[in-house]
C-alpha cells in the first residue's frame, strides 16, 4: 500500500483497528485527540526551530527525513482517529475547503503574495 494506490478509508481502518486493539476509544473524545494533533504539529515544527531560512529548512528534511516521516504519520493518525470517530468525510471536506480557499484567495490577487485575506 502506498499513496498511490490507498484510500483515506483504508487508513481510518488501519487507525481505527489499531485503537480498537488497545482498547483506548474511551480516550479519544474531540478534546484528546485535537490535542493530541496539536502536540503531533508541535513536534514536527520542533524539528525545524533553529532553520534560517528555506534553504536550512530543506537541509533539515534530508538530515531529519525519518524523523519527520515518523512525525508526519503521527499527525495522519490523529487525523484519521478523530475523522472516523466523527464520521467525517475528509475528502469532501477537503474539496469543500479548497472551494473556500479559492474564494478567499483569488489567484488574480494572491498570486506571488504571502497575505492573509483579509490584508490585499
Not at 502506498?2 to 480516550?27: C, G, H, M, P, V
Not at 531529519?64 to 470517530?85: M, P, Q, T, V, Y
Amino acid at each position: 500500500m502506498s499513496d498511490n494506490n490507498a484510500t483515506l478509508e483504508q487508513l481510518k481502518a488501519i487507525a481505527s483497528k489499531f485503537i480498537l486493539d488497545r482498547d483506548w476509544r474511551q480516550y479519544h473524545g474531540a478534546k484528546n485527540i485535537s490535542m493530541n494533533l496539536a502536540v503531533e504539529a508541535a513536534e514536527l515544527m520542533e524539528l525545524f526551530t533553529w532553520a534560517k531560512d528555506r534553504h536550512d529548512a530543506g537541509t533539515i528534511v534530508e538530515e531529519k527525513k525519518e524523523a519527520i516521516r515518523h512525525e508526519l504519520s503521527d499527525i495522519l493518525f490523529s487525523l484519521l482517529i478523530f475523522a472516523d470517530e466523527y464520521n467525517i468525510d475528509l475528502t469532501q471536506a477537503f474539496k469543500e475547503k479548497m472551494v473556500h480557499n479559492a474564494e478567499k484567495y483569488p489567484v488574480d490577487k494572491c498570486k506571488g503574495i504571502n497575505k492573509k485575506y483579509n490584508e490585499y
